[in-house]
C-alpha cells in the first residue's frame, strides 16, 4: 500500500468510527469501498465534499474507490436527520443528476489509474428489476423489526412521524452493501457519522446472508467520518444564500472562493485538514506563519485556493483571486476600467432593470427596491446605512440619502456600490 489510510486520517480529524479488524484488513490488500451520494440536485455541495475527501484519501492509499448514486434510494430519501419526508424525484431527473455528479466527482477522483480506478455505479441499475415480492424475499427477511427500529435513524422520526417507505430506507441501503460485496467485491462503506446506522445495517445483511462471522476473513466493514461543523458547533456548508454548490451556474467560482476565504480563525485549522491534500508538515508551518501575522489571513488563502482550484481549475481560480483583490483594493476604480473581461466577468455583478431604474428617484431607492433588495432589506435601512457613512458609490462615501443616482459608470455600464468594509457589490446598470 502508498500510505496508511487509516493513520491519515487519524491526524486529519476524519476518523469517527470504525468496525475493528479494519486495519488489518487494508493492511492485507488492495480493498474496495465505496460511499452514498444522494442525486436529489443536479450538483453536489460543500456538504458532500468530506465524503469525497474520504474516497480521494482511500485511492491514494493504494485501495479502489466506489461512488454509488442512489438513483434507486434517492426516490425514497434518507431519513436521517430529517424531519419531514422529501418530495419524490422522477427518474429522468434523478438520471440527470447522476451525470453532473459524476462529472463533479472527476475532479477529485482518478478514473484511470489501473487496479484501483475510481468507479461510479447506480444503485437503480440493480433495483429497477425487483418485484416487491421478489426484495422482501431477497432482503427483507433477514432484518428484523426490532433491529431496524434500534436504529436512531428511525427512534429520532417516530415522534414526528415516519412512513413505511423511509422505514425500508435502511433495508434498501444494506441491500446495496450487499449487492456490492456479491458483484464487485466491496469490504468496506464509508459515509458521515449520521450514516453508522445505515451503513451496519449493510454489514448485518450480508453477515446474516452470507454467513460471515468476527473471525472470517470475508467480512465487511464499516467506517465513518466526523460531521464536519463550525467551531459553535452550528452546521458547516451553507452560505447567507443557502448551499454552496460546486456547480458555478449554482454557486459562481467567486463566490465559491469567498466562502472559504471568509472562514473564521477558530474553524480554518480543520477545514484544511479536511478538505485539502496539504500535509501535516505544511499545515503546521502554515499555521505557524498564521498564528504570527494573522491578519493576512494566510491559512484562509491556502484554503480557498486549493479548493477553488480542484473545484474550478487553476484559471478560472486565478482570475477570482485577482477579482478580489481588485474589488478590495484602494485603486478598485482603475483596476476595474482597465481589468481584462476575463477577470471582470469573475466579479459579483447584480442586474438591474431599466424599469427598476425608472422607479429609483433616489439613491436609497436603488439599494433597497432598486436592487431587488439585495444591498439593503428596507429603504429605512438604506436610509439608515448612507447616515451611518456606511455607503459608497465607486469607492467615494455618500451621506446623503437623497443623493441623485447619476453617478458615472464603470466601463460605461457598471456601479461599485460598498456596505461597509466587508460587502461590495457591482450593479450591471442595463
Known sequence: MQGNFIEELRWRGMLHDMIPGLEEQLAKEMTTAYIGFDPTAPSLHIGNLAAIMLLKHFQLAGHKPIALVGGATGMIGDPSGKNAEREFLSEDTLRENQIGIQKQLEKFLDFHTGANSAEVVNNYDWFK???????????????TVNYMMSKDSVKNRLETGLSFTEFSYQLLQ????????????????????????NITTG???IRRKEGTGEDETDRAFALTTPLVTKADGTKFGKSESGNVWLDPSKTSPYEFYQFWLNTADADVPRLLRVFTLFTQAEIESMEKQHAEAPHLRLLQKALGQEVTTRVHGAQVCEEVMEASTILFAKDAIEQLEAAAESVFQQLPIYQVSPEAMAECQNLTDLISVG???????SKGEARKAIQGNAISVNKVKVNNPQANIDFPLLRNKYLLIGNGKQKNYILAIS
Open 203 to 205: 454489514t448485518e445483511i
Open 129 to 143: 428489476e425487483f418485484s416487491f415480492l421478489g426484495f422482501l424475499r431477497e432482503a427483507g427477511k433477514f432484518l
Open 174 to 197: 444494506g441491500y446495496d452493501f450487499y449487492h456490492l460485496y456479491k458483484t464487485k467485491n466491496v469490504r468496506l462503506q464509508m459515509g458521515g457519522s449520521d450514516q453508522w446506522g
Open 371 to 377: 436592487c431587488n433588495h439585495l444591498i439593503c432589506s
